[in-house]
């Protein structure tokens, strides 16, 4: 993604941001509240058109990337929360994440077309992989709603793993885990950047310090450091954003609490 500015009815979220996911790299995307973190991501995932800059995947310029493209394209992707459909099971839901490898689809077997039968087989398996990848096997028949969060959000990671992408777009895949958790969930990340490209907007520094090859960090909309984690954390700017937000934490964290990113930072 190179030079990509964002604009909301006249205000600048993102100006002139760039950064390349290098293939088998985890890219970390940080910076204070309001930075514009989720924007980023959200131009990437096609849900936000960026106003300038050009977006490149597999050496091709992505002239209009619409959300319903990023399967195909070999891009997953999980947001904040968890959206699983609580109508359907566990199982269901990884197997919608994996109806492009279907020939006949997922919805066909649903309709139960009987043409539809090996390709459900197949689903069916795909589906149960990934959800042992994940530790979340044994929920497969459960529905979503009765689960704990931490296991939602499991299973909604494995929804994006199922179609093995090329690249996996995680925003704040941590948030509302406990350490143990989250310590999982880091190894989970190094594990699976042996065979895709992550990036991860996350806000709990020492997940993203621990697994990122790379980090971006902005502020403000502008991008104020890009390096290792030894460059970003030994960066004075970098310091001195999050000094301000520590400041500002005080001030308005309870406005903040319950939001789901379009945040405003006072
Ligand atoms: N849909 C929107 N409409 C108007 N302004 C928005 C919208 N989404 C984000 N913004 C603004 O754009 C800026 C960047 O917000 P963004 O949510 O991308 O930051 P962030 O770094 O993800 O923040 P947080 O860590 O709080 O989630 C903020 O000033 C925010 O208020």
């Known amino acids: ?115 539809a039968d090996r390709d459900d087989a197949r689903l069916r398996e795909r589906a149960m992989t990934a959800l042992a990848e994940l530790d979340a096997d044994d929920y497969a028949a459960r529905y979503p709603g009765s689960l704990p969060y931490p296991v939602q959000k499991r299973v909604a990671l494995a929804r994006a793993l199922v179609s093995e992408p090329e690249l996996l777009l995680l925003d704040e895949p941590a948030s509302g885990l406990s350490e143990d958790e989250m310590h999982e969930l880091g190894e989970l990340i190094q594990h699976l950047s042996g065979r895709m490209s992550v990036l991860l907007v996350e806000h709990h520094m020492d997940l993203v310090m621990r697994v990122c090859d790379q980090i971006t960090v902005l ?12 460059q970003v954390q030994n960066d004075p700017a970098v310091t001195e954003a999050y000094l301000g937000d520590a400041v500002d934490d005080t001030t308005d964290v309870s406005e903040l609490a319950g939001t789901d990113g379009g945040t405003h930072r006072g």
């Open 1 to 115: 993604m190179t030079g990509i500015s964002v604009t909301f009815g006249g205000i600048k979220a993102l100006t002139d941001v760039s950064l390349t996911v290098e293939p088998g790299q985890v890219h970390g995307l940080i910076g204070p509240n309001g930075a514009g973190k989720t924007t980023m991501f959200n131009v990437a995932c096609g849900l936000v058109r960026n106003s300038e800059g050009t977006i490149t995947w597999r050496g091709e310029e992505l002239r209009r990337l619409r959300p319903a493209q990023l399967a195909g394209l070999g891009i997953a992707r999980t947001l904040q929360g968890v959206g699983l459909f609580p109508g359907l099971t566990v199982l269901e839901n990884v197997m919608v994440g994996a109806h492009k490898h279907a020939k006949a689809g997922f919805f066909s077997a649903l309709l139960a077309i009987p043409t």
């Open 219 to 230: 502020d403000s909309g502008r991008q104020i450091a890009a390096g290792t984690p030894q």
